[in-house]
């Protein structure tokens, strides 16, 4: 079956296999096409925007709170009044510094949505792609099935000419052959459907490297990162340091700073001209609106910030726990699949063929063991593809995908 399928795909086959250090990266084509993807993909490139706009946003924080201003007055009456002035209120509450440590958090956060929309998005994408593989392999091996169905109904046909077979067995040939037609056509349709979500993914759907021949290691062999460094956590842990610096923010902004303003210019009165400083300080009083409902909102969202980054906890860990067993299961069924009979479908089928033709088997003996060897390859196909799909939902949940695909080591002590 693995001779077939390599040959349908058409695609140069790179070996993965687990090193004596138990570190396994993606094949060379494989990581090529999710760096592409990156680069091209829209999601990807609206998570940078916005951690672009984080770190402007970070950028205003740093600057003063307050700007000068400039005050010029001129009177005509019997006092002839002309002066120029210049005020600033002063931060004396810190509001800057609050808005700065919020900001800073928000960059923080949106660092790691980044990072997760990276993940997610090749995640996604390599999901996708192994599910394309095993389409374009379902469909390969569709086709031969096709063709077999075809040969099967040719020698019918000769052998009720001759008088070997019934003419029931002969319609049951033909039965056979317009089955696997209309099997075939729904495999195409899954194919392209397959394909249809890989573009949506973006990335250049055109040039897809080949599934490795050889399985994925055992999950034992990547170490997952601890809770504190995976993404998820570091996210939940920023949102959770900007709310609680929104409160700081909240009531930093409910105290008053006061303006200090400076004033010089000249009075006269008649024949006397005098020149005039003076000097005041105002600071406003927070009476209609006191600026604690503000403090009051902030602090149910840094609530509700912490609850959320505990929920992301045990979400995370048990998102790694599940994605874990499931993987090691469906790859010893893939190990299993392969070290049996039951992926010999070539060999199989010629076997039967052979039988069918001396007369050791009858008719639909031949086509319910064909259709049995053919159903189990397809089995098999497609066991193999979410072994892949759970080893990159194991990878994502240890905070490694982006290791496996950038070809860094994953031992302890990355």
């Known amino acids: 079956m693995f001779q077939l399928r390599n040959a349908a795909l058409g695609a140069v086959c790179v070996l993965l296999a687990a090193t004596a250090s138990a570190e396994t990266v993606a094949p060379v084509p494989l990581r090529?096409?999710?760096?592409?993807?990156?680069?091209?993909?829209?999601?990807?490139?609206?998570?940078?925007?916005e951690l672009e706009a984080a770190r402007a946003r970070a950028r205003a924080a740093a600057q003063p709170v307050y700007n000068p201003a400039l005050n010029l007055d001129g009177e005509n009456?019997?006092?002839?009044?002309?002066?120029?002035?210049?005020?600033?209120?002063?931060?004396?509450?810190?509001?800057?510094?609050?808005?700065?440590a919020e900001s800073d958090a928000g960059v923080r956060a949106q660092e790691a949505a980044y990072t997760l929309q990276r993940r997610d998005i090749a995640a996604q994408w390599l999901k996708a792609w192994s599910g394309a593989i095993?389409?374009?392999?379902?469909?390969?091996?569709?086709?031969?099935?096709?063709?077999?169905?075809?040969?099967?109904?040719?020698?019918a046909a000769k052998r009720l000419a001759v008088g070997d077979i019934s003419s029931p067995e002969r319609d049951l040939a033909g039965l056979a052959l317009g089955e696997a037609q209309v099997q075939q056509a729904a495999l195409e349709g899954q194919q392209a459907s397959a394909l249809a979500a890989l573009t949506a993914l973006g990335g250049d759907d055109r040039r897809l490297p080949a599934l490795p021949?050889?399985?994925?290691?055992?999950?034992?062999?990547?170490?997952?990162?601890?809770?504190?460094d995976r993404p998820e956590l570091l996210q939940a842990r920023a949102e959770q340091e900007r709310a609680e610096a929104g409160v700081t923010v909240a009531r930093r902004?409910?105290?008053?700073?006061?303006?200090?303003?400076?004033?010089?210019?000249?009075?006269?009165?008649?024949?006397?001209?005098?020149?005039?400083?003076?000097?005041?300080?105002?600071?406003?009083?927070?009476?209609?609106?006191?600026?604690?409902?503000?403090?009051?909102?902030?602090?149910?969202?840094?609530?509700?910030?912490?609850?959320?980054?505990?929920?992301?906890?045990?979400?995370?860990?048990?998102?790694?726990?599940?994605?874990?067993?499931?993987?090691?299961?469906?790859?010893?069924?893939?190990?299993?699949?392969?070290?049996g009979r039951a992926s010999a479908f070539e060999d199989r089928a010629k076997t039967l063929e052979r039988l069918w033709q001396s007369g050791e088997i009858g008719t639909s003996d031949y086509l319910v063991q064909l259709k049995q060897s053919l159903d189990t390859a397809l089995s098999g196909l497609a066991?193999?593809?979410?072994?892949?799909?759970?080893?990159f939902?194991?990878?994502?949940?240890?905070?490694r995908l982006t290791d496996w695909i950038d070809g860094r080591p994953q031992d302890a002590s990355r």
């Not at 009456?77 to 700065?100: E, N, P, Q, Y």
């Open 32 to 49: 090529d096409a999710v760096r592409d993807l990156w680069a091209a993909s829209p999601q990807v490139q609206a998570a940078n925007a």
């Open 77 to 100: 009456a019997d006092v002839d009044r002309r002066t120029a002035g210049a005020s600033l209120a002063i931060d004396v509450t810190g509001k800057r510094r609050a808005r700065m």
């Open 134 to 155: 095993l389409a374009s392999a379902q469909g390969d091996l569709g086709r031969k099935r096709v063709e077999l169905m075809r040969r099967f109904d040719e020698l």
């Open 213 to 228: 021949p050889e399985l994925p290691p055992g999950s034992d062999t990547v170490h997952a990162l601890s809770a504190d």
């Open 253 to 339: 902004a409910r105290l008053p700073d006061p303006t200090f303003s400076l004033t010089g210019g000249q009075v006269r009165s008649g024949p006397r001209t005098d020149r005039v400083i003076g000097v005041s300080v105002s600071i406003p009083l927070p009476v209609l609106n006191t600026g604690r409902a503000d403090i009051e909102a902030a602090r149910a969202d840094a609530d509700a910030a912490y609850a959320n980054g505990r929920a992301t906890r045990l979400r995370i860990d048990a998102t790694l726990r599940q994605n874990a067993l499931s993987y090691d299961a469906l790859r010893n069924a893939s190990e299993a699949f392969r070290r």
């Open 383 to 391: 066991l193999e593809s979410q072994t892949w799909q759970a080893w």
């Open 393 to 399: 939902d194991y990878l994502a949940a240890a905070g």
